[in-house]
Every structure is written in structure tokens, then in C-alpha cells.
């Protein structure tokens, strides 16, 4: 089936360490998206990227990193810098037509040890 | 920038009506996005208007007044499986075609 894949489900760091969360997708969508979400707020954008090779920092970039070598995949690094990594991390795709919705992976959530 | 307004949290009874308000200030419009969100899940895609009126798709309608910055979700035929988040969503012209998210709007469905 094609969608957006994020893995893994749950995730844990530990205080100083950066951990990497996987979005792949089989959809040819030329943008992906990461988000954060916490409770009671919005999504709010991290990261985006609209072609291969290319990413533009969102609304609160500060603390990530992100790569986009291939199409299909765009990986998100949550840096030590990040001090409140705590939160629910959605991956989506798009395309460029104004009228199409995001595409969302299930999420990954990450918790501090 | 875009402020994005919701109610926090709806509730409503089994095989009732329930409208969700979104009212949103931008630069320049460019759509609006319903989606929505179970706990712990992806959002999934709802509606989308860009022009005045109503979208009927189901027992879900979203209506959109330009003129006025709003727009609204109503739900018919409320089933327990609707308990949800419903997240408001606006494209702005220019630039990337990203949209704003509001915060969302947490509806419970009670029997």
C-alpha cells in the first residue's frame, strides 16, 4: 500500500544524545513535512523540504536536523540542543497543487529517560 | 502570519449535530483544510474549501465564508467513533503552500 511510513512507534533518549526518526514514502511526492505536536496545541512545523536535496527551516527548527538525499526518504534528527524533545513527531507529504491535503505517517513518539 | 482560532473541547450526544467553528486571519487565502485526528494516530483528510459555501461529503460539511475569515465543521448523525480532534487548517497564497494548523478542537461523543 503506498503511504508514509514513520518508525519507530515510541522512542527513548537520554539526556545528551541525538536520536534520528525515519519518514519514508512510496507516494512520488516531491514535499515532506515534519511536525511536532504536544498537548493542546497545534502542529506546528519543524522542517520542510519541496525537492531532493533541498530543506527550509519551519516555524521552530531550532534544535533539529533534517536530510533529504532521496526522494522517498526524510529523515529528522533530534539534536542534545533540543531541550524539550518530549512531544509527538508527525511526517507528511505533499505536492505542489494548492488544492491536495498532507499525507501523514502514524507518528512517532519520544520520550526522555 | 496566520492566527488560527478553535474551541479547545465540544462535546455532544450519540445521533446529534455538531458544528466546529474556525475562524482564522491571513495575509492572503489560499484554502482551508479539515482533517481528522484520533489519539495517538495521523491525521486523515476530511474537506477542503477555497470558494464560499458548503462541501457536503457524507454525514461530514464544511462551509466557508471568505469574506468573513470562517468556516465550520458539521458532523450529523454523531457515532461514538467520532470522538476526535478535528484540526482547522489554512493555506496562504505565495511562498511554500504550507499550511497553518490551529490548535485543534477535542469532540466528545457520549451515549
Known amino acids: 500500500d503506498g503511504g508514509i511510513t514513520q518508525s519507530p512507534k515510541y522512542l527513548f533518549r537520554k539526556e545528551g544524545q541525538n536520536v534520528t526518526l525515519s519518514c519514508e514514502q512510496n507516494?512520488?511526492?516531491?514535499?515532506m513535512y515534519w511536525y511536532r505536536q504536544d498537548p493542546g496545541q497545534g502542529l506546528r512545523l519543524i522542517y520542510y523540504?519541496?525537492?531532493?536535496?533541498?530543506?527550509q527551516k519551519g516555524d521552530i527548527a531550532e534544535g533539529y536536523s533534517v536530510s533529504r538525499e532521496k526522494k522517498e526518504s526524510f529523515p529528522l534528527t533530534v539534536t542534545s540542543a533540543q531541550k524539550n524533545p518530549t512531544a509527538f513527531y508527525l511526517c507528511?507529504?505533499?505536492?505542489?497543487?494548492?488544492?491536495?491535503?498532507?499525507?501523514f505517517g502514524d507518528g512517532t513518539r519520544l520520550s526522555i529517560l | 502570519g496566520q492566527n488560527i482560532d478553535q474551541p479547545t473541547e465540544m462535546t455532544a450526544t450519540e445521533g446529534a449535530i455538531v458544528q466546529i467553528n474556525c475562524t482564522y486571519q491571513?495575509?492572503?487565502?489560499?484554502?482551508l483544510f479539515w482533517y481528522q485526528q484520533h489519539a495517538g494516530e495521523a491525521p486523515t483528510f476530511l474537506s477542503y474549501?477555497?470558494?464560499?459555501g458548503l462541501e457536503e461529503k457524507g454525514r461530514f460539511s464544511s462551509f466557508l465564508s471568505r469574506s468573513k475569515g470562517y468556516s465550520y465543521l458539521l458532523l450529523k448523525e454523531l457515532q461514538m467513533k467520532d470522538s476526535a480532534s478535528y484540526l482547522c487548517?489554512?493555506?496562504?497564497?505565495?511562498?511554500?503552500?504550507?499550511?497553518?494548523f490551529g490548535r485543534g478542537t477535542s469532540l466528545i461523543v457520549h451515549p
Open positions: 507528511a507529504g505533499g505536492t505542489q497543487d494548492s488544492n491536495q491535503p498532507q499525507h
Open positions: 507516494l512520488n511526492h516531491d514535499a
Open positions: 523540504s519541496q525537492i531532493v536535496n533541498d530543506f
Open positions: 491571513t495575509s492572503g487565502f489560499n484554502g
Open positions: 474549501n477555497v470558494l464560499d
Open positions: 487548517a489554512v493555506r496562504s497564497s505565495g511562498g511554500s503552500y504550507i499550511p497553518t
